[in-house]
Nanobody, 126 residues
Framework: QLQIVESGGGLVQPGGSLRLSCATS????????IGWFRQAPGKEREGVSC????????YYSDAVKGRFSISRDNAKNTVYLQMNSLKPEDTANYYCAAGLMAYYCENFDMYSYDYWGRGTQVTVSS
């Protein structure tokens, strides 16, 4: 049974750090692009970061470039999103998604992703 479960969210002060985990089961992580998306209240879901299935390249939105880092541990079937220098505008529900055909994951095309987790809430506030 395929599952994607995010964890690691919480409340953090501005400038702080969090590491999100995306634990997968039932899929071959090597074959899927994995993307992190986020959605704040009243806003559309947006792409944050992704890791390509073809060569493991990583991509970031302009909003998080230089602060966030995505990595993949195939042995644990888990993808991580390290978030540093967090800002209040990073507050959102963060979702992990897997896409078999998301060859150009840097486009953050949500329709390219087949499986989604339920999300984990990140709140950046003093």
């Amino acid at each position: 049974q395929l599952q994607i479960v995010e964890s690691g969210g919480g409340l953090v002060q501005p400038g702080g750090s969090l590491r999100l985990s995306c634990a997968t089961s039932g899929l071959d992580l090597d074959r899927y692009a994995i993307g992190w998306f986020r959605q704040a209240p009243g806003k559309e879901r947006e792409g944050v970061s992704c890791i390509s299935s073809t060569d493991g390249s990583t991509y970031y939105s302009d909003a998080v470039k230089g602060r966030f880092s995505i990595s993949r541990d195939n042995a644990k079937n888990t993808v991580y999103l390290q978030m540093n220098s967090l800002k209040p505008e990073d507050t959102a529900n963060y979702y992990c998604a897997a896409g078999l055909m998301a060859y150009y994951c840097e486009n953050f095309d949500m329709y390219s992703y087949d499986y989604w987790g339920r999300g984990t809430q990140v709140t950046v506030s003093s």
